[in-house]
């Protein structure tokens, strides 16, 4: 069976810092990634998806970036922290059909 | 108008009634439809999908699909307190693989 792992599960950073968080699948080959932020009480936002390694489409124009080095790595990152990007990050995949499994998500707060 | 609605709630409904869940899209061309039930503090867990006009049932749960009326709903028979959470409709909009969410309706199941 498939499992998707992100981590951290928490993050607490200030503002101005850099960011990297990761995301790998496993029991899957080549599967589409995606990265969305959910902001406190708001819907799931779209930030980018992958179909394949080092192809990235990005949805949301914005500091932050993402790659994808490995089949199924998914990194998103980012230079400097805003406050504006505190929020639950999702890291979800999907095979041939649309239907898109979530990890556990990593919980960030920018102070 | 937004691509994907849904009320938000709370709906709030007895144990062991019927809850009905809600939620129209605007892309005309959309072939797939999702419902993900996130509990508070945790990822979305993809519970239902349906790409036929009709129902679908699984369990307690039964997915109501009319691409006419461009319309889709979530019936969970005999309500738990279990059931108590967020119900996130999602639709696949702008092409293959691209999933809109909804922002939720909060279920409140009462003892």
């Known amino acids: 069976s498939q499992t998707i792992h992100q981590w951290p599960a928490t993050l607490v950073q200030p503002v101005g810092s850099p960011l990297s968080l990761e995301c790998t699948v496993e029991?899957?080959?080549?599967?589409?990634l995606y990265w969305y932020r959910q902001a406190a009480g708001r819907g799931l936002q779209l930030l980018f998806y992958?179909?394949?390694?080092?192809?990235i489409s990005s949805e949301v124009p914005q500091n932050l970036s993402a790659s994808r080095p490995q089949d199924r790595q998914f990194i998103l990152s980012s230079k400097k922290l805003l406050l504006s990007d505190s929020g639950f990050y999702l890291c979800a995949w999907s095979a041939i059909k649309d239907e898109q499994y979530f990890g556990p998500g990593t919980r960030l707060t920018v102070t | 108008q937004k691509e994907v609605e849904q009320n938000s709630g709370p709906l709030s409904v007895p144990e062991g009634a019927i809850a009905s869940l809600n939620c129209t899209y605007s892309d005309r061309g959309s072939q797939s439809f999702f419902w993900y039930r996130q509990y508070s503090g945790k990822s979305p867990e993809l519970i239902m999908f349906?790409?036929?006009?009709g129902d679908k049932e699984d369990g307690r749960f039964t997915a109501q699909l009319n691409k006419a009326s461009q319309y889709v709903s979530l019936l969970i028979r005999d309500s738990q307190p279990s059931d108590s959470a967020t119900y996130l409709c999602?639709?696949?909009?702008?092409?293959?693989?691209?999933?809109?969410f909804g922002t939720g309706t909060k279920l409140q199941v009462i003892p």
């Open positions: 029991g899957t080959s080549n599967p589409n």
């Open positions: 999602a639709v696949t909009t702008g092409g293959y693989q691209k999933v809109t």
């Open positions: 349906i790409y036929s006009n």
């Open positions: 992958s179909v394949g390694i080092g192809q």
